[in-house]
């Protein structure tokens, strides 16, 4: 991690990560591809205009005046698909139903073995009761509408059923907390929530109901209305007038028709939250057209998804993932896409391949995290059951390491199915950068180049872009149409450097997306992971800001700074330096309310691999706690020039303290 005011460093020896080793395109793989190049020669010449070939892949109500339009200057705000109208839901359910009615939109596997499966037939009719229910309660057209349901069918019909109403989304993970929970509601200035009795965690029953009601309880306003799914079987309690079960109230409208409300291609489709450099979740909003228009070209072009495919994407619906490429991508090209409610790397090392065996899943899509403990538990789980279904391997979320990257191709992939190592973010909707399964030969370790109509640089502090090999921020170089609401409409570049990660400079404009990078003279983009202060752990994405804002609440503690370690299992692991106010604390039982204390305002999930006391942390004569040596402390790593420090001595004692 590196001070967000500053240059990248180089600690890292670029070449030392990358295993420059080119994989070409599998033999067996040739001729089965759908993507080409030929977007590429498109874009060169005719961009943005070129973008239409998304926008024309949807069904619109009105057409779009101007694929972009932009400020005065060229600049923000942009406008994608101006003056078109569309129904998402309608794009992703209705517009199937004459040719495909039949065929299977969702594929469910419950926690405890449960399967359910829903043709476009059955989701249209679910989609639109749930609408229908919806609406009788309250829900207008922009309203609110949270989730903070586990990986059930539900989800996805109350989104698909939010999109057909105009109302907005907010899907907030299962696992969040209650306060977590409270915080993204009431930002959002939400009403309406979804919820469950409960879910099943690790093969434990988790009571969500009382959660959800504690955050509901906080909130400085009443809500209009809580629907509870039963997930548990307790036929929870609804007895109260603003509550209503889930299955009673699909029941109740069975059979009812909503019509799809047209919505301009720029109005809200959902809201998602996400970890932001300043402590305080971020909140992201994406766009009807745009978002949608790039997410399906995307599913299509990159994980080579066709209206007969079967996708797997690993990803809770809570994030971005979730969204992007297990409903609405997959969903608008009238494919299949399964949704379990377990992580694949927490089950039965077999269950994953038994279900893609089961499903004939072809385009599974997932995270180095979980490639790392398929990998660890063994190349016979996947070798004793019959994945010739494969086509295509994805990964998202963090740096893919070359010796992953292989074991995924070889023993998921067989040697048969591209891998595509895809790089892209909450704020940015939809893949950006990758290479393309059946076109571009694989590099493992590193992404591939932007891909067409989406332009992206290496630049050094300056903003001048680096030389091939040399290290610095990952920027995007021309808005593209899945662009967040809030990078679009932000006009004030200069003064979101600090706070945020953009930047304009002399009338270019370009987004800085918080990644430290480095080129290949062949423009592959090697991720080296977060220079600013969110991690990834596990494949989630938490602000440092915000669990050192957890740990300094609890009484005792004076300060408080995390940094992630290295860790070969989970990519990162979260490691706690704290000092306390007073010498003489019990640090044993602080220890325990420290992760209490981050399990509360975060969620169970978090959890802090190592907690230092430390009596001083280690500052810049300007004040700032030095993360970046904390890091190289805790991967026992060389430290170099630590000059600027005030406290030079703190460094000895950390060292001594980490072993304890
Ligand atoms: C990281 C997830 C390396 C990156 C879709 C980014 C990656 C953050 C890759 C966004 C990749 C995502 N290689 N790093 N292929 N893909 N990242 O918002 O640090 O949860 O900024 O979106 O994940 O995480 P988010």
């Not at 890292?12 to 591809?33: L, Q």
């Not at 325990?592 to 430390?614: K, M, N």
Request: proline share 6%; net charge negative.
């Amino acid at each position: 991690m590196t001070d967000p005011d500053g240059s990248p460093d180089d600690r890292r020896d670029p070449g030392s990560s990358h295993e420059a080793d080119c994989v070409p395109v599998p033999s067996a793989f040739e001729g089965r591809a759908t993507p080409t190049d030929d977007d590429r020669d498109e874009f060169a010449v005719n961009w943005p205009a070129a973008w239409a070939r998304a926008g024309d892949a949807l069904e619109w109500e009105r057409d779009y005046d101007a694929v972009l339009s932009t400020g005065d200057d060229g600049g923000p705000p942009f406008e994608w698909f101006a003056g078109g109208e569309l129904n998402a839901c309608a794009n992703c359910v209705d517009r199937h139903l004459p040719e495909r009615a039949d065929a299977v939109a969702l594929e469910w596997n419950g926690h405890i073995g449960e399967s359910r499966t829903y043709t476009y037939r059955d989701l249209h009719r679910e989609v639109n009761a749930v609408a229908a229910g919806l609406r009788d309660l309250g829900v207008d057209a922009d309203d609110v509408v949270t989730t903070y349901l586990p990986a059930v069918p539900a989800v996805a019909v109350v989104m698909l059923a939010c999109a057909r109403l105009g109302a907005v989304h907010n899907v907030v993970f299962a696992g969040f907390s209650a306060d977590a929970l409270a915080t993204r509601m009431e930002r959002a200035g939400s009403r309406y929530l979804v919820t469950s009795d409960g879910y099943y965690r690790r093969g434990e029953a988790v009571d969500q109901r009382r959660r959800a009601d504690n955050a509901t309880m906080s909130l400085p306003y009443e809500l209009d209305a809580t629907v509870v799914v039963d997930r548990l079987g307790t036929n929870p309690d609804v007895s109260r007038d603003d509550r209503h079960a889930y299955d009673a109230l699909v029941d109740a409208y069975d059979g009812e028709r909503v019509a799809p409300v047209p919505r301009a291609a720029t109005d809200p489709l959902f809201r998602i939250y996400t970890s932001g450099t300043t402590g305080e979740p971020k909140s992201v909003t994406h766009t009807t057209g745009g978002y949608l228009a790039q997410v399906a070209w995307s599913t299509r072009r990159v994980l080579d998804v066709t209206a007969d495919a079967v996708v797997w994407s690993t990803a809770d619906p809570g994030w971005i993932t979730g969204h992007s490429y297990g409903v609405y991508g997959p969903l608008a090209l009238g494919a299949t896409t399964v949704l379990t409610e377990w992580s694949p790397d927490a089950v039965d090392p077999d269950r994953p391949w038994a279900l893609v065996e089961d499903l004939g899943v072809e385009v599974l899509y997932t995270a180095p995290t979980v490639v790392r403990s398929f990998a660890k538990w063994g190349a016979e789980h996947p070798a004793g059951h019959d994945l010739s279904s494969l086509r295509v391997l994805g990964s998202v979320g963090e740096p893919f390491d070359a010796e992953t990257w292989e074991w995924y191709y070889e023993h998921v992939g067989g040697g048969d199915c591209p891998v595509v190592d895809t790089w892209w973010q909450t704020e940015t909707g939809a893949v950006l950068l990758s290479t393309l399964p059946g076109v571009d030969e694989a590099r493992p370790g590193a992404v591939g180049g932007a891909l067409a109509g989406v332009g992206a640089s290496v630049r050094d502090a300056s903003g001048e872009p680096t030389d091939p090999g040399q290290r610095g921020w990952l920027t995007i170089d021309r808005p593209w149409p899945a662009m967040a609401r809030e990078l679009a409409t932000a006009t004030d570049w200069g003064a979101r450097v600090a706070a945020e990660s953009g930047v304009g400079r002399d009338g270019d404009w370009w987004y800085r997306v918080g990644d430290e990078a480095f080129v290949d003279a062949d423009g592959y983009v090697t991720v080296l992971g977060r220079a600013d202060d969110v991690v990834n752990v596990d494949g989630r994405r938490f602000s440092t800001g915000e669990i050192e804002h957890a740990l300094v609440e609890v009484a005792g503690v004076a300060e408080a700074a995390v940094i992630a370690r290295d860790d070969p299992d989970s990519g990162n692991a979260l490691v706690a330096y704290v000092t306390t106010a007073d010498e003489r604390t019990d640090v044993s039982t602080l220890r325990e309310a420290l992760g209490d204390a981050v399990a509360a305002a975060i969620g169970a999930g978090v959890r802090l691999d190592q907690v230092v006391f430390t009596p001083d942390l280690p500052k810049t004569r300007s004040g700032k706690i030095m993360r970046r040596l904390l890091e190289d402390i805790a991967n026992g790593e060389g430290y170099g020039d630590t000059s600027a420090l005030r406290n030079p001595e703190v460094v000895g004692e950390l060292e001594a303290r980490h072993q304890d």
